[in-house]
């Protein structure tokens, strides 16, 4: 079992939805939560961190972390065609002065007008 | 642009062959990290250099090494290479204490023949 489990998709859905990103993990230590936004193979980009339990917003994304059940979600108001991309999480294990990262698999979006 | 920069952004090779890649931090981040995505693996954690030293390794083959210089841009040493090591390379750099805060760079994407 994958330390870091998330549905690849394909997730299609209309321009101005709401879309639900989702990713379970199973290592309690895990301590930062992230999410990232992937374009056609390029460099991933940062879009959201969380480091506790709760909700933490921005614009019209909106990171939700569940520690006690392991669960962290991305949600997407009002969605549009270049939000069309590959959502990574990751999560961070502090290692004695370092950090290990691990990612989810990734789930493709398409928004569609 | 996310201000990290890497060379070469295309590489194709032989089996058996060693390589390098080259990962320009942005300035005055400390902290270079290494990660590896294929298809079938998804985005994979190698290593984190800061400032010099090692700090954390993630799943990072004996064949592979890296190193953080003084002028702190790092490479990524990759020797035997195998048909498998195909993938695209990635570097991110980040700042304390903001380390969570990655910032990806373009990737090289490694070809084996």
New interface residues.
């Given amino acids: 079992q994958k330390e870091v489990e998330q549905d690849p998709g394909p997730l299609s859905v209309p321009e101005g939805a709401i879309v639900s990103l989702n990713c379970t993990y199973s290592n309690s230590a895990f301590q930062y939560f992230m999410w990232y936004r992937q374009y056609s193979r390029k460099g991933p980009e940062l879009l959201m961190y969380t480091y506790s339990s709760g909700n933490k917003e921005d614009g019209r994304f909106t990171a939700q972390v569940d520690k006690s059940s392991k669960y962290i979600s991305l949600f997407i108001r009002d969605s549009q065609p270049s939000d069309s991309a590959t959502y990574l999480c990751a999560m961070i294990l502090p290692t004695g002065g370092g950090n290990k990262l691990t990612f989810g698999t990734g789930t493709q979006l398409k928004v569609e007008l | 642009d996310?201000g990290?920069t890497q060379t070469p952004k295309h590489l194709i090779t032989a089996t058996g062959q060693r390589v390098t890649l080259r990962c320009s931090p942005r300035s005055g981040d400390l902290s270079v990290?290494w990660y590896q995505?294929s298809l079938d693996q998804?985005?994979?954690?190698l290593i984190?250099y800061?400032n010099g030293e090692?700090?954390?390794?993630?799943n990072i083959l004996e064949r592979f090494s890296a190193q953080q210089f003084p002028d702190l841009h790092s490479e990524l040493n990759l020797s035997s290479l195998e048909l498998g090591d195909s993938a695209?390379y990635?570097c991110?750099s980040s700042a304390p204490p903001l380390?969570?805060?990655?910032?990806?760079?373009?990737?090289t994407r490694l070809t084996v023949l």
Avoid: C, H, I, W
Avoid at chain 2, 99 to 107: A, E, I, L, M, R
């Fill in positions: 996310s990290v990290y995505q998804g985005l994979q954690f984190q800061y090692e700090r954390a390794k993630g695209l990635f991110a380390v969570d805060t990655q910032y990806f760079g373009p990737g």
